[in-house]
């Protein structure tokens, strides 16, 4: 079994923790996310130190694995939050359930559009025809006032 003594870094403050056994990369986030007693939803971004003193992206597992490989035992890892990465996924999580929401309810609009499609088919013959006979009322009258001028002018 691996004994990997676990260093990491988050702004000035530095945890140390000794971890055996094997490590992937969702352990070590999850691992490092405590040590700083972070939310376990935080989103963080990982970086080691290699012999040239340049900081590496940690991001795979083969990238861990050159990490631990190249550390004789000791992992150094800088950890960054990346701020607003939660809100981001909150946002996602509740847009992907109002959709779940949206697709269980669409179909009882189609629904309920069809059925007002249906009864203004069914019930357009008796519109055109109360249209008519009110537009021939309105003519009618307009008939009678006009025959009414006339016959007052004469």
């Given at each position: ?25 969702e352990?070590?986030q ?13 989103t ?13 992206a ?17 992992l ?16 996602l ?5 109002l ?16 059925e ?7 019930s ?6 109360l249209?008519k006979q ?21």
């Open positions: 079994m691996t004994i990997i003594t676990l260093k990491c870094k988050l702004g000035g403050e530095v945890r140390r923790r000794t971890i055996d056994g094997g490590l992937d990369m352990e070590l999850r691992c490092v996310k405590e040590m700083h007693r972070l939310p376990a939803r935080t963080v971004s990982l970086r080691w130190r290699d012999d040239d003193s340049d900081l590496i940690l991001r795979t597992n083969q990238d861990l694995l050159e990490a631990i490989t190249t550390g004789d035992g000791a150094w890892v800088e950890l960054t939050t990346i701020e607003g990465a939660s809100d981001v996924r909150d946002m999580e509740d847009c992907t359930a959709k779940r929401q949206l697709e269980d309810v669409i179909p009882g609009f189609e629904n309920l559009a069809t007002a499609v249906n009864q203004l088919q069914a357009a013959p008796a519109v055109v025809e249209t009110i537009l021939d009322g309105a003519a009618k009258r307009r008939r009678q006032e006009q025959r009414g001028t006339e016959q007052s002018e004469g």
